[in-house]
């Protein structure tokens, strides 16, 4: 069923219902038909590195909260090799189901235990995401996004303590990854858009912050300006689909992934933090009204009575499955509005 932009309330308050029942002792299950998680599909790094890093802005947690919290980091700490590599899918009963590798998992894995490392409550509950990061660091990605997620938790670390070496070499080497576009017309690293695209930007922001570097600050800037141009249609959101965009394609594109507002919020959030202009908390606004309405279906991308978030915009409304990634997407976006008191945006 899908809804008009006027159906829910933008100012209301989403719970972490839907999330408490897509989850267990073991982890967070990826998948859900419709409401329900779909367990034979098991869980995954990528998604439990999402729900650590939500669940630690939450600064009144319940005990529930505070019990998956407590799950999510044993889940990372056993899914981190020896040699850095990290497992990313685990079976319902608790098994590993791939080989350790160095995809995107890696690099959300480091920037949870960046977070963990830093916000955990405990100091024996930091020290253990401490290792596990240190553990994790000792390896680099051959992939951007990878590496720029990463460049988030060192950021994290490098925060709390300026000297930690292994921090600091993997932040360098995440900024290093990130190339300098060559063409003025696509100011862009890649070929053409993906998927959490603003992750690179938010990362040059991160990384030139604690590295004190103005220059690469500003180049995460002007990438991120270009990123929320490009997918900014009629005064709202219209983010690149999930087949991608090249620098000739300017019209509308579906599914829409709630992954790619996300990354959107939690970019400009940062661009505020470093610049307090105004514009960039307008950008967390359009990504929190994209997920009660103002977008290009005229449809609310998340259900605020259990905090549910639709797994991707279509052309005639959206894809009612309400997995794990898309909760937490929604869940997070909201975070980033309420912290800049923007929850409520007045149409153009």
């Known amino acids: 069923m899908t809804g008009h932009a006027t159906d829910q309330s933008a100012s209301g308050a989403p719970t972490f219902a839907h999330l408490l029942a897509m989850s267990d002792g073991h982890g967070l299950f990826e998948h859900a038909l419709l409401d329900m998680p779909r367990r034979d599909h098991g869980y995954c790094v990528d998604d439990v590195s999402r729900a650590l890093v939500v669940l630690l802005r939450e600064s009144e947690r319940t005990a529930e909260l505070d019990r998956l919290v407590s799950t999510c980091l044993r889940f990372l700490e ?94 360098r080497d995440g900024v290093a990854s990130i190339a300098v576009p060559s063409d003025p017309r696509w100011p862009w690293p890649e070929p053409r858009l993906r998927y959490a695209n603003a992750a690179l930007p938010e990362a040059l922001l991160a990384g030139g912050a604690a590295m004190d570097d103005p220059r690469i600050v500003a180049r995460g800037l002007a990438m991120l300006r270009f990123l929320v141009d490009v997918e900014t249609r009629d005064g709202h959101l219209s983010v690149t689909g999930v087949s991608g965009r090249s620098p000739a394609q300017r019209s509308v594109q579906f599914d829409q992934q709630p992954i790619e507002v996300a990354a959107i919020a939690d970019a400009c959030a940062r661009a505020f933090a470093l610049t307090a202009d105004p514009s960039w908390r307008d950008g967390v606004a359009a990504a929190w009204a994209w997920f009660t309405g103002d977008n290009d279906a005229l449809t609310p991308m998340i259900d605020l009575e259990s905090g549910a978030g639709f797994d991707g915009l279509e052309a005639g409304g959206r894809n009612e499955n309400q997995g794990a990634e898309s909760t937490l997407a929604a869940l997070g976006t909201y975070q980033q509005a309420a912290r800049l008191g923007v929850l409520e945006r007045v149409a153009p």
Do not use: Y
């Open 78 to 171: 056993a899914a981190v090799d020896v040699d850095g590599q990290v497992h990313n899918r685990m079976a319902a009963g608790g098994e590993w189901t791939d080989d350790a590798g160095l995809g995107d998992w890696w690099g959300r894995a480091l920037r949870a235990l960046g977070a963990a490392s830093v916000e955990l409550p405990t100091a024996s509950d930091r020290s253990r995401a401490r290792i596990a990061f240190h553990r994790a660091a000792s390896s680099r990605s051959p992939h951007g996004r990878a590496m720029a997620f990463a460049t988030l938790g060192a950021a994290d670390v490098l925060g709390a303590d300026p000297d930690d070496l292994s921090a600091r070499a993997l932040l």
